[in-house]
């Protein structure tokens, strides 16, 4: 799959968590927009699967600690074949599926009950632990939001992730530099986070989180680390592509509207037809 059409892709995703917040009346958009190019990256050309056999043994494994962005997980899936798309407008409504945060055996392709912040960084090093033990040649790839770092637990499960030299795992974690009550670095700073994970003794590496190909080009990178676990700190803007939600940290937890959601699908729609052929 071209870069191009990854690209296409990355905007229709977008599209249908819009549509999915908007059936909802509540959830989270501007995290699930901003990490959409992520999840593309990941799910279209990274990450080896077979969303026919969602049980598949040799299937790398894919944990979102960030439990809130699940929106975007669930349309990723539906787009890459896992599941019906029509089930999408059932998000967090009563005896649906799709539940406003995941959780693990109600959907094919769902590897992890999400919700408090940090656990799934731990569920992300005991896999990696256990795939090592089993000499399981998958990898494990973990996405976690900025704020989750204010987490200790975060920094427990990087500590033994580092001790154990888990090589045949990477984390992204999304740098987009907003919370629920504000910008991270009012509510509980964070810098410098580079030296941070580096005095942890992880390998380091900083991205466009819009930049697919920048994206692939560092998951590649990390897949050739072998003596240590990789961080990917992906550089994104919450709520992209809807003008009126990036960046803004009111938009953290709160769906559109009627209104703003066709306003919001114009725009998405509009940037998906500029997107040049490669």
């Not at 870069?3 to 509540?26: G, N, P």
């Not at 109600?106 to 992890?112: H, I, K």
Request: contains cysteine; charged residues 25%.
């Amino acid at each position: 799959m071209t870069i191009y059409t990854l690209e296409k892709k990355a905007y229709h995703i977008r599209e249908q968590v819009i549509k999915m917040l908007l059936a909802a009346k509540s959830g989270h958009a501007a995290g699930s927009l901003g990490v959409a190019d992520i999840m593309t990256a990941l799910y279209f050309r990274y990450l080896n699967h077979q969303p026919k056999k969602p049980d598949w043994e040799g299937r790398d494994r894919f944990i979102l600690s960030c439990g809130h962005l699940v929106p975007v997980w669930y349309a990723t899936l539906a787009e890459a074949g896992y599941f019906d798309q029509a089930q999408l407008t059932g998000l967090r409504q009563f005896g649906s599926k799709l539940q406003g945060h995941p959780k693990r055996g109600l959907l094919p392709g769902v590897e992890n009950t999400g919700g408090p912040l940090g656990q799934g960084v731990s569920q992300a090093v005991g896999r990696a632990l256990a795939a090592r033990l089993l000499k399981a040649k998958y990898r494990i790839v973990c996405l976690m939001s900025d704020g989750e770092q204010q987490e200790g637990q975060v920094w427990e499960a990087l500590m033994t992730a580092s001790k154990y030299k888990l090589s045949n795992l990477t984390f992204i974690v999304d740098r987009n530099n907003i919370q629920i009550d504000g910008h991270t670095e009012d509510i509980m700073p964070l810098e410098p986070l580079r030296a941070k994970y580096e005095a942890f003794g992880l390998e380091v590496l900083e991205v466009d989180g819009h930049n697919i190909k920048a994206i692939l080009d560092c998951l590649s990178q990390a897949e050739a680390t072998y003596e240590k676990p990789t961080i990917i700190m992906a550089h994104t803007i919450a709520g992209k592509g809807v003008s009126f939600m990036e960046q803004e940290p009111n938009w953290h937890g709160r769906a559109p509207n009627k209104e703003e959601a066709l306003r919001a699908l114009q725009q998405l729609r509009t940037l998906e037809g500029r997107i040049e052929h490669d």
